[in-house]
């Protein structure tokens, strides 16, 4: 085994395996030469995407607010009973 060990790091130093490698230099990407837009075109395309957009209906916004409020109620009650109970414990604990 140790014989093998030693022909093998012998045919890794004949290929030059046993050097570490320099990292291969690349050149700077080329700076691309941007066109401007004019604001003309710029809120053109805008308006355009816009009329791409899914809008919700009135009904849907209304309904994810409501749900979003009960949502904010729900866990700002959490969070402040478990604050309620915790200084609790620790005034009792303490005190």
Same mark, same amino acid.
């Given at each position: 085994?140790? @014989?093998?060990? =030693?022909?093998? &790091? %012998?045919? $890794?130093?004949? /290929?030059? #395996?046993? @050097?570490?490698? =320099?990292?291969? &230099? %690349?050149? $700077?990407?080329? /700076?691309? #030469?941007?066109?401007?837009?004019?604001?003309?075109?710029?809120?053109?395309?805008?308006?355009?995407?816009?009329?791409?957009?899914?809008?919700?209906?009135?009904?849907?916004?209304?309904?994810?607010?409501?749900?979003?409020?009960?949502?904010?109620?729900?866990?700002?009650?959490?969070?402040?009973?478990?604050?309620?109970?915790?200084?609790?414990?620790?005034?009792?604990?303490?005190?």
């Amino acid at each position: 085994m140790n @014989q093998q060990n =030693r022909q093998m &790091r %012998r045919a $890794a130093q004949k /290929a030059g #395996a046993d @050097q570490p490698r =320099r990292p291969e &230099r %690349r050149s $700077a990407a080329p /700076a691309a #030469a941007t066109e401007r837009t004019s604001p003309t075109q710029f809120f053109t395309e805008v308006r355009a995407e816009l009329r791409k957009v899914a809008w919700p209906t009135k009904n849907e916004v209304i309904n994810s607010t409501i749900i979003v409020l009960i949502a904010v109620v729900v866990m700002t009650s959490l969070i402040f009973a478990a604050d309620y109970v915790f200084a609790k414990g620790v005034l009792f604990l303490y005190d």
